[in-house]
């Protein structure tokens, strides 16, 4: 059983950014594909992005392209997500996850949360105008 923990979340003006890193622990996290996601208090929690257990491929949705962009370092068992030029529309709880699935084959399959099988408890991202 694997253990995510996130960490790097806080409070930033919009323009500026934040890298959020995924510790994980158990066996076999080089099978893992892992997933960010964010949610926000009323609404569904949203797909960021994957990366597939090697770190060779990589997704991200249309609204962070450009702007995000997701790493892995199995050799440390971390994942990050480096984000740029936040807006305040990126406001919310991130999630990392881990999915024993191929999710990165298809963006629809990265995006969607019943994929993964492990989940962190989430850190606070806070964008002010």
């Known amino acids: 059983q694997l253990q995510l923990e996130e960490s790097g979340g806080g409070s930033v003006h919009s323009g500026g950014s934040l890298r959020l890193s995924c510790a994980v622990s158990?066996?076999?996290?080089?099978?893992?594909?892992i997933g960010w996601f964010r949610q926000v208090p009323g609404k569904e929690r949203e797909g960021l992005s994957c990366i597939s257990n090697t770190g060779g491929s990589t997704r991200y949705d249309d609204s962070v392209k450009g702007r995000f962009t997701i790493s892995r370092d199995n050799a440390k068992n971390m994942v990050y997500l480096q984000m740029n030029n936040l807006e305040a529309e990126d406001t919310a709880v991130y999630y990392c996850?881990?999915?024993?699935?191929?999710?990165?084959?298809?963006?629809?399959?990265?995006?969607?949360?019943?994929?993964?099988?492990?989940w962190g408890q989430g850190t606070q991202v806070t964008v002010s105008s």
């Open positions: 996850a881990a999915a024993i699935g191929p999710v990165t084959l298809i963006l629809e399959m990265c995006k969607k949360p019943a994929e993964y099988d492990y």
């Open positions: 158990g066996p076999f996290l080089d099978r893992y594909a």
